[in-house]
C-alpha cells in the first residue's frame, strides 16, 4: 500500500490542514469576533428577552458561546493555528532531543548505560502534567503580572514541554539504537575499521529514519493530550489573563489572548455542570485532532514499517527458493562430461 493512495492518511490530514488554514483565515472574514457579543436575545415579535449569554449551540450555532457573548467556534477555530502548531514544535523539539539523547545513550559504556536507566526510568513513573504545572506556574505568575508577554511565554512553554519528555524518549531510542547495533553486518562493519560517525551515517540513519516518522506522529499525540492535562491545571500555550469582575467583591476571571483550546477549558472549566457545551467544544477539537494524528500514524506504521518487514521477508523467500532451484538445477559442465562420453563411445 503506497501512502499517497491511501485515504486513510489523506482524510485526516486535510482536516488537520484545514483547521490550521481556517486559524489564519477566520480574523480576516470575521474581524471583530473577540468583541463582547449580545448581552441577551430579544423575541422578534414580542421583544421579551428568552436567553442570555452564555447562549446554548441552538441560541447561537454551531456550538454555542462563551460568558461575553462571542461564538466559542469561532474562538476556537481562531486558536487552531496556536495549538497545532505550538504541538507539532514541541513534537520536533522532542524528536531532535531525542534522538540526540539516544545516541548518547546508545554508544556509552553497558556499565554507565544501566546506571543512566534507573536514573531515567524514575521520568516513566512521574506525571508530566505534574512537572511541567511546577515549571510553569511561576511562569505563569509572571505573565500575570505583565512580566512576560504572551508569545514570550509560548516559546519558553514549547520548550521546557518538550524538555520534561526528552529522557525518556532518549532512553526508549537510545535501546533501540543499542539493539540495532548489535546486528551482525554492523559489527563487521565495526570490525572493519568503520568510526562511529560512519556506522550512524549509514546504518543508523536509514533505519530510524522511517521509525522517526511514525514516533513523531505518537508524539504529536502525546502533547495534544499533554496540553489538555495542563490546561485544566491553569497552564495553557500563551498564559491566561485575569481581569475582576464583581461589584460587591472583586472575582477574578481568566482570559485566553490567542484562544488556544487548552485556555477554552481551563476558562470555563468551572461551567461544566451548568453549560457543558462550552468545554465540550474545546474538548471535540481536540479529540478529532488526536483521531487524526492517530490514524496517519497508523498508517505510517502499517507503510514504513510493517510494509518494509513484508518487503524484507519476501525478499529472504525469493532468494531461498532461487538458491534452492540453482542448488537442484544441474551444472552445464556435468552435460558436457556426458555428451563426451558418448561421443567417445
Keep these: ?5 491511501s485515504l486513510r492518511f489523506w482524510i485526516p490530514f486535510a482536516i488537520l490542514a484545514a483547521m490550521i488554514v481556517g486559524s489564519f483565515l477566520v480574523p480576516v472574514l470575521y474581524p471583530d469576533f473577540q468583541n463582547e457579543g449580545p448581552p441577551y436575545i430579544r423575541d422578534s415579535e414580542t421583544g421579551k428577552v428568552i436567553a442570555g449569554s452564555p447562549y446554548s449551540p441552538s441560541e447561537m450555532p454551531p456550538m454555542g458561546s462563551d460568558r461575553l457573548g462571542r461564538n466559542i467556534f469561532l474562538l476556537l477555530m481562531d486558536g ?9 514544535a514541541i513534537a520536533l523539539l522532542r ?3 531525542g534522538f540526540a539523547t539516544g545516541l548518547l545513550y546508545a ?4 556499565w554507565l548505560r544501566s546506571g543512566f536507566k534507573g536514573f ?3 521520568f516513566n513513573f512521574i ?3 505534574i512537572v511541567g504545572y511546577i515549571l510553569l506556574q511561576p511562569l505563569q505568575m509572571a505573565y500575570e503580572a505583565q512580566a512576560l508577554t504572551s508569545m514570550r511565554f509560548l516559546i519558553i512553554e514549547v520548550i521546557v514541554i518538550a524538555l520534561i519528555v526528552i529522557p525518556s524518549l532518549g532512553m526508549y531510542v537510545g535501546q533501540g539504537m543499542n539493539d540495532f547495533m548489535k546486528q551482525e553486518f554492523v559489527d563487521v562493519s565495526r570490525q572493519m575499521g568503520a568510526s562511529r560517525f560512519h556506522l550512524i551515517k549509514k546504518h543508523l540513519l536509514p533505519h530510524y529514519g522511517r521509525h522517526s516518522i511514525v514516533l513523531f506522529s505518537e508524539q504529536l499525540s502525546q502533547t495534544l493530550l499533554l496540553l489538555i492535562q495542563l490546561g485544566i491545571l491553569k497552564i495553557c500555550l500563551g498564559g491566561l489573563m485575569t481581569a475582576n469582575f464583581g461589584i460587591m467583591e472583586s472575582i477574578p476571571v481568566y482570559f485566553s489572548a490567542i484562544n488556544e483550546w487548552a485556555a477554552t477549558i481551563s476558562i470555563n472549566i468551572q461551567q461544566v455542570f451548568i453549560k457543558p457545551y462550552i468545554v465540550l467544544g474545546p474538548l471535540l477539537f481536540f479529540a478529532v485532532s488526536i483521531y487524526c494524528v492517530n ?6 506504521r502499517s507503510v514504513l514499517i510493517e510494509g518494509s518487514h513484508v518487503g524484507m521477508r519476501r525478499l529472504r523467500k525469493k532468494s531461498s527458493q532461487r538458491l534452492s532451484s540453482s542448488s537442484n538445477q544441474p551444472k552445464r559442465e556435468d552435460f558436457s562430461f556426458a555428451d563426451k562420453e558418448k561421443k567417445a563411445c
Design 107 to 110: 554508544f556509552m559504556p553497558s
Design 120 to 122: 531515567w526510568d524514575t
Design 95 to 97: 524528536m531532535a532531543g
Design 127 to 129: 506525571p508530566l502534567a
Design 80 to 88: 487552531a493555528k496556536y495549538t497545532l502548531l505550538g504541538a507539532l
Design 295 to 300: 490514524e496517519i500514524s497508523s498508517v505510517l
Design 1 to 5: 500500500m503506497s501512502i499517497f493512495k
